[in-house]
């Protein structure tokens, strides 16, 4: 079983920056991939980010390549999403999610209950 817990949300302007977190508890974290989520009201839930266990290839969803960055730490058991040139339609919940396979796209079946991002002026 893998805990995760998500912090470092908030509110930031629009054109500023942002890290979120993701705090892992379990064994083996290094044999999982890790993602980010993200969930706006109203939308349904779209991959952002993921980082593979083996190679630390990643992947981005088009709307955020370029502006956004993941990456993780084996050695803290932690994953991170550097966001930057943030815009309002970046807002919503993010959800930090693994799942014990290679590719970075998952699919991931442990999940953390979510940070919220807002950017808004």
Known sequence: QLYLVESGGGLVQPGGSLTISCAASGPSFSIYSMG???????????????????DGSTSYVDSVKGRFTISRDNAKNMVYLQMYSLKPEDTARYYCAAGPVTRPMGPFGFWGQGTQVTVSS
């Open 36 to 54: 980010w989520f993200r969930q706006a009201p109203g939308k349904e839930r779209e991959f952002v980010s993921g980082i593979s266990r083996s």
